[in-house]
């Protein structure tokens, strides 16, 4: 298993302005990370200035690829941009919307194929625009929805891995499907292939259940993929781990050896990062480094 970091660790400057991906790549590389998470999460928004929006989207791949050769890292992961609603402040989205979303989808397949991503990370849609949003609804929807990404993934050589969500509101009026392991499952599992797989965000995780070991051992040989954050259980805080909550990570890296869990530890801590200094950054990103190092320590031991 390797350590990881997805680039959203170094998004955009504490003074304002977006940090480009390919600095955020070089950032990584310097705080020591040889894999790599490619956050593609800013290109929803079509006229966001995301360079993977753009019409020359596919030379903008093509130099992140040459940062990987120049910095020498793996990209292991990427993830997808994601609308996890299809019904925003009481609409439907529109035509142009779904267009411009499955395209976006699309080219970040394209993207993560071409520079060796192994798995996309996605989020699963939850139906609200029924009057019975029921379980059977939402597979059904999300079956709809995947049908052309799994399709995609397959034909570019890449593969499909759906995170599991978390009850985000504060009044916990809307219910985020996939929140609970089974929902995870039973997309997976409906969908039935061997490309497409879950990735297990512990942050997440701890929001919804006081014992996230169980429903991980549930999604068992599913897992894929990990997103690792730390929360305190009342927000979706992304931080390093041990800075707070209880997340009990010397069980949990022992149940990834136990497991023969195959993919990689990856990082998604932008919360930590989020108002440190320019002049920090590295520094900052040296000791998240040493922090992972040492839960893989924890790991081998097991």
């Known amino acids: 298993m390797r350590l990881a970091t997805s680039t959203c660790i170094f998004p955009r400057h504490r003074q304002g302005g977006a940090i480009p991906l390919v600095e955020s790549v070089a950032l990584c590389r310097e705080c020591g990370f040889e894999v790599i998470d490619l956050n593609f999460c800013a290109a929803l ?109 397959k034909k570019y050589g890449t593969g499909i891995a759906i995170e599991n969500m978390a009850e985000f509101s504060p009044e916990k009026t809307k219910h985020r499907f996939t929140a609970t392991v089974e929902e995870q499952i039973a997309i997976i599992d409906a969908l039935g292939d061997p490309d497409v797989g879950g990735c297990w965000d512990f942050g997440h995780a701890q929001l919804v259940y006081r014992d996230q070991l169980t429903p991980l051992k549930k999604l068992g040989s599913r897992l894929v993929a990990t997103h690792v954050q730390e929360c305190d259980g009342r927000q979706d805080d992304h931080f390093i781990p041990f800075i707070r909550g209880s997340t009990p990570w010397e069980e ?15 990082y998604e801590i932008h919360g930590f990062f989020r108002n440190i200094p320019d002049e920090l950054h590295v520094r900052a990103g040296k000791f998240a480094y040493e922090v992972g190092c040492y839960l893989l320590e924890l790991y081998n031991k097991a």
């Not at 996309?120 to 949003?133: G, K, N, P, R």
């Not at 949990?252 to 990856?266: E, N, P, W």
């Open 252 to 266: 949990i890296m022992a149940y990834l050896k136990q497991s023969g869990y195959k993919g990689d530890f990856t």
């Open 45 to 153: 928004k079509k006229n966001s200035g995301f360079p993977l929006c753009a019409d020359d989207w596919e030379d903008f791949v093509d130099q992140l690829g040459e940062a990987g050769a120049k910095y020498g890292v793996t990209y292991n992961q990427s993830h997808a941009p994601f609308d996890s609603y299809l019904r925003r402040a009481d609409r439907p989205l529109s035509d142009e919307e779904l267009e411009w979303y499955f395209e976006i989808l699309r080219r970040s397949i394209v993207a993560s194929a071409r520079l060796g991503v192994r798995w996309v990370v996605t989020h699963a849609q939850t139906d609200i625009l029924s009057d019975e949003m029921g379980f059977e609804q939402n597979i059904k929807t999300n079956l709809w929805f995947y049908a052309p990404i799994v399709e995609w993934a």
